[in-house]
Nanobody, 123 residues
Framework: QVQMVESGGGLVQYGGSLRLSCEASGRTFSNNAMAWFRQVPGKEPEFVAG???????GYGDFVKGRFTISRDNAKNTVFLQMNSLKLEDTATYSC?????????????????WGQGTQVTVSS
């Protein structure tokens, strides 16, 4: 497994921006696809964004161009830049890793998870 630690969450006003980071350690970061999921209490976890090991990204339908996922393989870190934040973006955001080149939109495909970082958007 990969150990991952998220950071960058916090309180932000509606329309603001946050940049989440997720640093991985443990097994080699290479050939791992990465993703961000989010969860609100009482609701199912939701796919936010995924990034392939080499090239390729994908986003949840609700993102609509507001978020950007990226990775720095030299630093074993994946990022989620979130702009134009809305009240409904309030959630706990967790990063996840899976062995293999391509990301998945399904939580069950990931074998390593961070502890999550809280994002709260205020009006």
């Amino acid at each position: 497994q990969v150990q991952m630690v998220e950071s960058g969450g916090g309180l932000v006003q509606y329309g603001g921006s946050l940049r989440l980071s997720c640093e991985a350690s443990g097994r080699t970061f290479s050939n791992n696809a990465m993703a961000w999921f989010r969860q609100v209490p009482g609701k199912e976890p939701e796919f936010v964004a995924g990034i392939n090991w080499r090239i390729g990204t994908g986003y949840g339908d609700f993102v609509k161009g507001r978020f950007t996922i990226s990775r720095d393989n030299a630093k074993n870190t994946v990022f989620l830049q979130m702009n134009s934040l809305k009240l409904e973006d309030t959630a706990t955001y967790s990063c996840a890793a899976k062995i293999g080149t391509y990301f998945s939109r399904w939580r069950a495909d990931y074998d390593s998870w961070g502890q999550g970082t809280q994002v709260t958007v205020s009006s």
